[in-house]
């Protein structure tokens, strides 16, 4: 059973799976911050997200950690706000409950006179969240009830959970051309698992759509639907000090694997639609 509460100020809902399974979702930025897969008994199990102990938890303010949603500009690619405009945003739930064997869950944020401001456009977002079993879906829907078409580009912004960094091993992004962030400049990785060796933020653009994380004994299989490019993305250690709302060390327990539509934007027709989705799935 689904139920309406409250995160540190912030109005949220708690998804709860008939077997257990459980995620938290604040309508603030409709902002996924917890995950916790079906266990024995009934129970949920370890969590999965990342959330800084210095997260912020304000309107206005962006939360570091769990799942971001970043629309209609990603990162400062563009004149808006670092990562756009609904990550900040009050979202409406507009529909919770269980579907077979899930809990759902569906925000929904629409353009109004303050999104209007910073950028002229008519734009319709859900976010439908669904836990279940050893898995979390995020689907983000975005239509364009306009006369004019829409361009955005946009990210499911996960921050996963990390016992062992030195250790972790991101598998599937081997020989593939990515842009490298930290250097400005385009390359390719080399044959082998990502390990995480200080900095690292790139934008992959024809990664494969499944990914698996080995962190210590845990496996997650990351995988996306929709979304072109796969972001990863780690402070490291310099970075890290210097972001008010991560430890210093907090750089040592987190790993970003985002789903998003970074390098080309997607361009809507008047009343067009367009869907990309992320997956994660433990043990997978
Ligand atoms: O997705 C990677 C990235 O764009 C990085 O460049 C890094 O700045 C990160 O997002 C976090 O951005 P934020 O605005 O949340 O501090």
């Not at 077997?19 to 979702?25: E, H, K, M, T, W």
């Not at 995020?138 to 364009?144: F, P, Q, Y």
């Not at 934007?265 to 990309?276: A, E």
Request: hydrophobic share 40%.
């Amino acid at each position: 059973m689904n139920a309406r509460d409250d995160f540190h100020g912030l109005p949220a809902i708690a998804l709860r799976a008939p077997d257990g399974a459980s995620a938290r979702v604040t309508l603030h930025g409709a902002h996924v911050l917890s995950w916790q897969p079906a266990a024995a008994g009934g129970q949920a199990g370890e969590e999965q997200m990342f959330l800084s102990p210095r997260a912020l938890f304000a309107e206005a303010q962006p939360i570091r950690g769990g799942v971001p949603v970043v629309f209609p500009q990603f990162s400062g690619r563009g004149p808006l706000p670092k990562h756009g405009l609904v990550r900040t945003r009050a979202w409406q739930l507009r529909h919770s409950g269980v579907d077979g064997s899930d809990a759902v869950a569906r925000l929904v944020l629409e353009d109004d006179a303050r999104t209007r401001a910073a950028w002229p456009h008519a734009f319709a977002l859900e976010l439908e969240v669904r836990v279940g079993g050893d898995s979390l879906s995020m689907a983000l829907s975005v239509r364009n009830p306009g006369a004019s078409p829409l361009s955005f580009t946009a990210a499911l912004h996960t921050y996963l959970r990390v016992d062992d960094l030195e250790r972790l091993r991101l598998q599937g992004l081997e020989n593939q051309p990515y842009w490298d962030a930290v250097r400005d400049l385009e390359t390719r990785q080399d044959g082998q698992p990502l390990s995480i060796l200080g900095e690292v933020d790139r934008v992959y653009g024809s990664a494969p759509p499944v990914l698996s994380l080995q962190d210590g004994s845990r496996r997650l299989s990351v995988a996306q639907q929709g979304f072109v490019d796969t972001v990863v993305w780690n402070p490291g250690p310099q970075k890290c000090a210097a972001l008010a709302d991560m430890e210093p060390h907090g750089y040592r327990q987190m790993l970003c694997v985002e789903a998003g539509q970074v390098a080309r934007p997607v361009v809507l027709p008047p009343q067009g639609s367009w869907r990309g989705s992320q997956k994660l799935t433990l043990g997978a």
